[in-house]
């Protein structure tokens, strides 16, 4: 399975957190490598720099996937 991550962004109610205005969200891409997704995060979070409400993040989607400890159904034979 593809290590797949999701980079997005939006105006945040506290830098602190990450309670995201959806109205704001800015989805950069979804990116088949932690490398590709950080300079994609890296890209969007430097231009911001100046606007301490705006935040990005990379989401590991693989991990949402396959969660690790999770086992699924076995599927029926065919």
């Known amino acids: 399975m593809s290590k ?3 980079v997005f962004g939006g105006r945040v109610k ?3 957190g990450l309670d995201f ?3 704001t969200i ?3 891409g979804i990116y088949d490598s932690y490398a590709a997704a950080e300079d994609a995060w890296r890209g969007k979070a ?3 720099v100046d606007d301490a409400e ?6 590991h989607l693989h ?4 969660p690790e400890g999770i086992s699924r159904p076995k599927q029926p034979a065919s």
């Open 14 to 16: 506290d830098p602190r």
């Open 21 to 23: 205005d959806m109205s």
């Open 54 to 59: 705006m935040k990005y993040v990379v989401v």
């Open 46 to 48: 430097q231009g911001s």
């Open 4 to 6: 797949l991550h999701l």
């Open 63 to 66: 991990r949402l996937l396959e």
């Open 26 to 28: 800015d989805l950069v």
